[in-house]
């Protein structure tokens, strides 16, 4: 018998596994007491109604109150059908006025709750939000991203982005990336002035707000050339920010461009065929 085997066959050496496994478990556990004393004393609210919740940000209850997007929906536009008018159909907007882009597509719908998670994402820190939100929307743009080459945030003006300390779409992008097992390509698009906020112009104002924003430098237009891209936002209203983004990749010769956000407003005013 070799040296090893008699000292796995002694009586220490078969006791001294199970020790340093019971030590291994207890530091483990000794670790992870200062997350749980903060999880206790202060727990994870939930975003809308600020009821506590474990982990995912919104509660049970909050959560069945989102209106999550599924077909049948326009195929180029992604704004839901009352009923299922057949394959391919598209609604009246996607034909009077088509987009830049090629595809979108939104996780939900923009109604208060999302409303509430968007603007905590954006405006209060809350980036713990993110992988929810991503999670949702890598699941709503299946489609898209199995097509896709890369994923493009839309930017922030660097001004902007210095006041909020993080872009929402980069942090997004970031969820999604990983888990399509795509790149994200953070610098290749460019906002190259500063613009109003888009909450209350009209549509063509909104437009003309973001017309000539955005830009592909030519230093990186070779990360753009010939790619599929799949354009990341949080909200998608009337579709003048995208679609001057679309317009500035497509401007650099990318070779596609759709568009997935988390949530997009949906008109129920207008008829969706």
């Not at 299922?84 to 088509?98: E, N, R, T, V, Y």
């Not at 980069?170 to 999604?176: D, E, M, P, R, T």
Request: positive net charge.
């Amino acid at each position: 018998m070799s040296g090893l085997d008699q000292a796995s066959s002694h009586p220490s050496g078969r006791l001294r596994k199970p020790f340093f496994g019971a030590l291994r478990a207890c530091g483990s556990a000794l670790a992870s007491l200062p997350r749980l004393a903060l999880d206790i004393a202060l727990p994870t609210l939930c975003v809308s109604c600020r009821e506590p919740v474990s982990g995912e940000g919104v509660c049970a209850t909050c959560w069945a109150k989102l209106s999550f997007i599924a077909p049948p929906f326009c195929a180029r536009l992604g704004i839901p059908f009352v009923y299922d008018p057949g394959p391919g159909l598209l609604s009246m907007q996607a034909i009077a006025d088509p987009p830049a882009y090629q595809r979108a597509r939104a996780a939900v719908r923009y109604d208060e709750v999302a409303r509430t998670m968007v603007h905590a994402l954006k405006y209060q820190d809350r980036t713990d939000l993110a992988p929810t939100m991503g999670r949702w929307m890598a699941r709503a743009g299946q489609e898209l991203l199995g097509d896709a080459d890369a994923l493009i945030p839309v930017p922030l003006h660097w001004r902007r982005g210095w006041s909020r300390r993080y872009n929402q779409s980069g942090a997004l992008a970031g969820v999604i990336g990983k888990s399509a097992n795509l790149p994200v390509i953070g610098n290749a698009l460019h906002r190259v002035r500063p613009t109003l906020q888009q909450v209350g112009l009209s549509r063509s104002d909104r437009a003309l707000n973001v017309q000539g924003a955005f830009k592909v430098p030519p230093e990186n237009k070779s990360t753009v050339q010939g790619r599929r891209i799949v354009l990341i936002d949080d909200v998608l209203t009337s579709g003048a920010t995208v679609d001057a983004c679309a317009r500035a990749l497509l401007r650099a010769r990318a070779a596609s461009v759709d568009v997935l956000v988390f949530s997009r407003v949906v008109d129920t005013l207008q008829a969706p065929i």
